[in-house]
């Protein structure tokens, strides 16, 4: 026998997806060179789909929820981690393939896990998760194709939201010039804190049109929502401007015609943050430590235990969430 630890366990019954918390045993536990201590996970919206069985997320039952985790490395058989490391895990395949991050402890492999860089606590990394790490490959990509501050505004859609308040807060310190679109008034405060100068209600963008293009106003984006108010982004932004697309919060269809595209150079920039190579995850995470910083982290994150994430979940699926939720492995 090993040790015994919780976790949040979805499991296939009679059909329906279930989750609820179990003892397991860490002779339990999935094979990887290492061992971890698990102090924090998050939630993502991934998570919400996975865990109420919404979305079809794990691949296999039972399996850990969690896509991300961060915690403190307690053994390893790999030559580039040594036990006491902090690390993070965003994806690889937790809670899909894997068990993941809604558990005391896990095990990983090496090459999904990066050393936390400093000044970066496990909290902290996790207030990032997934979400954030998309929003910093957002940022990435856009000044792949030559996006810099300029005169002209960026625009951040879904802004309240884990992806849209990193972006906020990475591009706001990058110093670009920055409208957020939101559907919430609550949250006006909070985005302008983050650094948005200006903000855009959701009922602008979110609204079909019969026009080809409008008037060029953003110097790009970095949307999580898909469906009409990318559309709008594209038929707004201005010449040779670039949008990352990051989700599908409002809905998977694009309904655009090409006219962005081919009367004004704009490049449409898709996102997938699993399919990032591991190899490249230290240079994002060392960019994040730089860019964002705890000061900018500290005003998106929320610590939850466990056993408050039911609520939570419930909330991010109907898009209510604000900012990102950091989750402490343990029942309060
Ligand atoms: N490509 C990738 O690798 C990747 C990685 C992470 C996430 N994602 C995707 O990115 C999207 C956002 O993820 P997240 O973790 O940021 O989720 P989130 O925290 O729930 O944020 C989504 C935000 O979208 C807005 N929203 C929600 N429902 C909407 C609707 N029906 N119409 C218009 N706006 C709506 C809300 O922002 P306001 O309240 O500000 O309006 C909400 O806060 C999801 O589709 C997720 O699957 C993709």
């Known amino acids: ?126 207030a990032i998760g997934t ?20 005169p002209h505004e960026m625009i951040v859609t879904g802004a309240a939201g884990g992806v849209g308040s990193v972006a906020v807060a990475l591009l706001a310190t990058l110093g670009y010039k920055l409208a957020a679109s939101t559907g919430r008034a609550a949250t006006h405060d909070y985005l302008k804190s983050l650094g948005a100068t200006t903000i855009v209600a959701r009922e602008e963008l979110n609204k079909p049109s019969g026009r080809p293009l409008d008037s060029e106003r953003w110097a790009g984006g970095i949307d999580s929502l898909g469906g009409e108010t990318l559309a709008s982004v594209l038929r707004q932004t201005r010449a040779n401007g670039a949008v990352a697309a990051c989700g599908l919060a409002e809905n998977f269809a694009l309904p655009t015609t090409v006219m962005p595209f081919i009367l004004r150079g704009v490049a449409l920039l898709g996102i997938d943050s699993l399919q990032w190579p591991m190899t490249q995850r230290v240079e994002v995470w060392r960019r994040l430590a730089t860019d964002l910083k705890p000061a900018g982290i500290d005003r998106i994150g929320h610590e939850i235990g466990l056993n408050q994430l039911d609520a939570v979940l419930t909330a991010i699926l109907k898009g209510e969430v604000t900012g990102r939720y950091v989750v402490r492995p343990t029942v309060d």
């Open 1 to 126: 026998m090993g040790q015994s630890f919780k976790a949040l366990v979805i499991d296939q019954v009679d059909g329906k997806v279930k989750a609820g918390f179990q003892k397991l045993d860490t002779d339990q536990l999935p094979a990887g060179e290492l061992s971890v201590d698990v102090s924090h996970s998050t939630l993502n919206y991934k998570d919400g789909l996975a865990v109420s069985g919404k979305g079809k997320i794990a691949r296999k039952y039972p399996m850990v929820g969690g896509i991300d985790l961060a915690g403190i490395v307690t053994h390893s058989t790999s030559a580039d981690f040594k036990s006491g490391d902090p690390v993070v895990v965003c994806g690889g395949g937790l809670s899909e393939t894997h068990w993941g991050g809604y558990a005391e402890k896990a095990r990983v492999p090496a090459d999904w896990a990066v050393k936390i860089p400093a000044p970066f606590s496990p909290s902290q990394a996790m």
């Open 131 to 150: 979400a954030g790490f998309t929003a910093m490959l957002a940022v990435i990509a856009l000044e792949r194709v030559g996006l810099k501050p300029g």
